[in-house]
């Protein structure tokens, strides 16, 4: 069946991201995600470089990026270091906050949207990141060389380039923003969002009657809950372990 997935559209100039959840690869989907993350950014979208996938490489999509005069080319056919930077980002900004987890309802990809709004003030406004600015070979050594950490925001600022009125907006907008309590935030959040997972969706606890079952309240009511249904079938579960706070980054983060 259809499940959750996430449009990532990353600036290489800047390391600005962009994401987007969507339920299923439908190509009306697609361009719509990118119509919404582009009236967002600070700067205008004069190219995009996707993958083969048919979800990008469609009709749909191309007579959108003609409408706008935006470059639309593509990656070469199982070569995945085409598109590295959105590879890395995916790593660090879609599997590290959600996990490998499934999510396969309408309610879900709404939360993860969500999320991903506020996911995206705090991680290009408040987040510093570093940029490749060359790579120097000596004999069989392979030295890189990096930029300052900077955030996605002052690299724009800095350039004088994108749209000036919306960085300025973006800039005001930080200084009255507290990343200490916006990511307490987000952390209540992503608890609820783990809770919609299929995974935890299958969970189960006895009802009344000994053969009779009910579906988990805590799919309902979100990840607090599950201390309270640790007993009977739950302790089987391979997801029982995870359940409480501390055993969290375990099962979510990938480093």
């Known amino acids: ?66 409408q706008r005069r935006i470059r639309l080319t593509r990656g070469r056919p199982r070569k995945k270091n085409d598109n590295a930077h959105v590879e890395q980002k995916n790593g660090t900004h879609v599997r590290q906050p959600l996990g490998y987890l499934r999510y396969d309802t309408p309610a879900a990809a709404d939360a993860i949207n969500e999320i991903y709004v506020d996911l995206d003030l705090f991680q290009n406004l408040f987040q510093p990141s570093i940029k490749l600015i060359k790579t120097v070979r000596r004999g069989s050594k392979v030295n890189r060389i990096f930029d300052n950490p900077t955030t996605p ?3 724009l600022l800095r350039s004088k380039r994108g749209i000036r ?10 200084e009255r923003l507290d990343p200490f309590v916006m990511s307490r935030e987000i952390d209540v959040k992503l608890e609820r969002i783990y809770s919609m997972s299929s995974e935890f969706r299958k969970l189960s606890v006895p009802g009344k009657g000994a053969a009779v079952r009910k579906i988990n309240p805590a799919f309902v009511e979100g990840m607090p809950e599950l201390g309270e249904h640790l007993g009977g079938p739950f302790v089987d579960s391979p ?15 990938t480093r």
């Not at 997801?239 to 983060?253: I, M, T, V």
């Open 153 to 155: 925001l002052d690299r």
């Open 239 to 253: 997801l029982a372990p995870y359940a409480e706070r501390h055993y969290r980054d375990g099962l979510f983060q």
């Open 1 to 66: 069946g259809r499940f959750v997935f996430t449009l990532n559209l990353t600036d290489i100039f800047s390391c600005w991201v962009s994401r987007r959840a969507i339920l299923g690869k439908y190509e009306k989907l697609v361009s719509a995600a990118i119509d919404d993350m582009r009236t967002r950014l600070p700067f205008r979208v004069l190219g995009a470089h996707a993958d083969n996938g048919g979800e990008f490489i469609n009709a749909h999509l191309v007579d959108y990026c003609k």
């Open 165 to 174: 009125r919306k960085a300025r907006e973006l800039q005001v907008l930080r």
